[in-house]
């Protein structure tokens, strides 16, 4: 099931699956925390899941994208740390970590309803929607997150921001191969990782590719992979990789 994963159809067909669900969690909410910079936010961010108070999610919102999100702080960045489980245990935790924000700055509250969405809107790349270029998706070390974006964000118009604690970056930028080939070399310089173009407003995938590419020795191997599942070439040949 692991080589079937993400495997956009180039290896089996499935005609039944079997879904493990978890129980809803009785309430939630996130907390705001103002960050001046995002070495700063990661940072932040490293400590309170070092913490024994379980945060459930964490995201970095650049100003902008927080005022798009209907966020009202005037810092840099914002950090989003949400907070699920029993109410008891939520509001415990929640005060602990108020406590952690180090500078002085405001920590807000967002409540169950709102918290919600805002996560839905970060989880849909929502926030980036109104960016009129091409949207990437960049798996990477969250400690590298902050080089990374600044080793790009001079060059280009981009908008972006980060969920998984730092380690992935959704990034809007402009059409074509320049905006992906410095997202993959900035990966390739800091800790590496792999981008991904999600949505290609301006024909990008003519000019590159959309998935990022193998090494040779990894390109081999799922070679070898895609011929023993599909020998006949027949499932999405060609879908993700050439030859794959």
Known sequence: SKLICGSYGTLAVIDEVTIK????PETSLSLLFESDDMA???ALI?????SPHEPGAAAILPQPVAAAAGIDLAADFVVV????????????????LRGMGGTGGTVETVPQALSETLWRRIR????????????????CPPASAPQIIAAIEPHFD???YADWAGGLLWLAGP??????TALRAAL?????????????RGKSKQLIPALQPLPPAQAGLSKRVKAAFDPLGVLNFGRMHDGI
């Open 21 to 24: 669900t978890l129980p809803r």
């Open 40 to 42: 700063s936010a990661v």
């Open 46 to 50: 490293a400590g309170i899941f070092a």
């Open 81 to 96: 740390i949400r907070l699920e489980g029993i109410a008891l245990s939520v509001d415990d935790r929640a005060g602990h």
């Open 124 to 139: 849909d790349v929502d926030l980036l929607a109104d960016h009129a270029g091409d949207i990437w998706k960049l798996s």
């Open 158 to 160: 981009m908008a972006f």
């Open 175 to 180: 059409s074509g191969a320049d905006f992906g």
């Open 188 to 200: 390739t310089l800091h800790g590496g990782g792999h981008a991904q173009l999600m949505c290609d």
